[in-house]
């Protein structure tokens, strides 16, 4: 058991470009999450998969914020036309179905959009 | 609508010094309520979870308790790498899978 990981850990990008964060989860966890987090804030659920299927969808991810989980295996969350508001820390988690307990969550990609 | 609100925002104690962490909520049914710890830069790790009011469970120099309204972060005679953000999530029994947080308080324990 390797944790979650999250790749890259931290990406500056100039406003108006498109980024990539990808996820990995836990190997025996079905269910997959993303939140952001800013600063001195709690995280916000964005969104998560079970398998391949994405079950729900915050209102907090507008028409530029696209995730998939293709196999039901790792994940990418795409931020479209950046803007400076989308600069946060995005947080991947992941649990099996079976188990209410705590999410394990990976040490998260620092958005930063310049 | 679901709601987590943590009390105080920012706490500093002196090494040794006991203290509690608030977590208020109202949620459409409980089905369970997480405490993690935060240090900077990293994920939230988790250090419990609760899932009726009268539950307490204890780790080390933490403990948490849960009632039907809010839940308690008991630090008894904390050190200083107790210093980190502490986190409150609630589960909706409605939902199956999403996390409603607090904004946190973070603690910082002095030598």
């Known amino acids: 058991d390797t944790g979650v990981s999250q790749d890259p850990r931290h990406k500056i990008t100039k406003r108006g470009q498109n980024v990539t964060f990808r996820c990995d989860p836990i190997?025996?966890?079905?269910?997959l999450y993303w939140y952001r987090q800013t600063l001195g804030q709690g995280p916000e659920f964005l969104t998560y998969?079970?398998?391949?299927?994405?079950?729900?969808k915050s209102r907090l991810l507008s028409d530029r914020f696209s995730a998939e989980r293709p196999k039901g295996s790792f994940s990418t969350l795409e931020i479209q036309r950046t803007e400076q508001g989308d600069s946060a820390m995005y947080l991947c988690?992941?649990?099996?179905?079976?188990?209410?307990?705590?999410?394990?969550f990976g040490s998260g990609t620092r958005l930063t959009v310049v | 609508e679901d709601q987590v609100t943590q009390s105080p925002e920012a706490l500093r104690l002196q090494e040794g010094e006991s203290s509690s962490l608030n977590c208020s909520y109202t949620?459409?049914?409980?089905?369970?309520l997480f405490w993690y710890r935060q240090d900077p830069g990293k994920g939230p790790e988790f250090l419990f979870t609760?899932?009726?009011a009268g539950e307490e469970k204890e780790k080390e120099r933490l403990k948490a308790t849960l009632t039907k309204k809010e839940s308690f972060l008991h630090i008894t005679a904390p050190k200083p790498e107790d210093s980190a953000t502490y986190l409150c999530a609630v589960q909706a029994a409605s939902n199956t899978g999403k996390l409603i947080f607090g904004q946190g308080t973070t603690l910082q324990v002095k030598p």
């Open positions: 998969f079970q398998n391949e299927a994405q079950l729900e």
């Open positions: 190997s025996e966890h079905n269910r």
């Open positions: 988690a992941s649990s099996r179905r079976d188990r209410v307990d705590g999410y394990t």
């Open positions: 949620v459409s049914g409980l089905r369970g």
């Open positions: 609760l899932y009726s």
